[in-house]
């Protein structure tokens, strides 16, 4: 059975920062893409990050480029997100997945955790 257990969440202040991890078990770490993806109160879930599975190829959300930064271990089969200079609109439930191709379409994405809550007050 797949797990993906998200980390890190939590409250911090505008400006501050975060590392989220996503711990994953039960598939071939090395063999997926991993990704986040965010859902805010009365939001759809939109995408923030994804790298392959070398971790050569990332994409990020235009909101997040140059605050974010995804990478991973394989070797430790996590997936992190370090998010830096933190804003309100950031605020969110974070989501991990995992698929077969790193993508901004999370209907191709195959696994998903169960979120970790990440509050930015102002």
């Known amino acids: 059975q797949v797990h993906l257990i998200e980390s890190g969440g939590g409250l911090v202040q505008a400006g501050g920062s975060l590392r989220l991890s996503c711990a994953a078990s039960g598939l071939t770490f090395s063999s997926y893409a991993m990704g986040w993806f965010r859902q805010a109160p009365r939001r759809e879930r939109e995408f923030v990050s994804a790298i392959s599975i070398s971790g050569g190829n990332i994409l990020y959300a235009d909101s997040v480029k140059g605050r974010f930064t995804i990478s991973r271990d394989n070797a430790k089969n996590t997936v992190y997100l370090q998010m830096n200079k933190l804003m309100p609109e950031d605020t969110a439930i974070y989501y991990c997945?995992?698929?077969?191709?790193?993508?901004?379409?999370?209907?191709?994405?195959?696994?998903w955790g169960q979120g970790t809550q990440v509050t930015v007050s102002p």
């Open positions: 997945t995992a698929g077969d191709g790193y993508t901004t379409d999370q209907d191709l994405y195959d696994y």
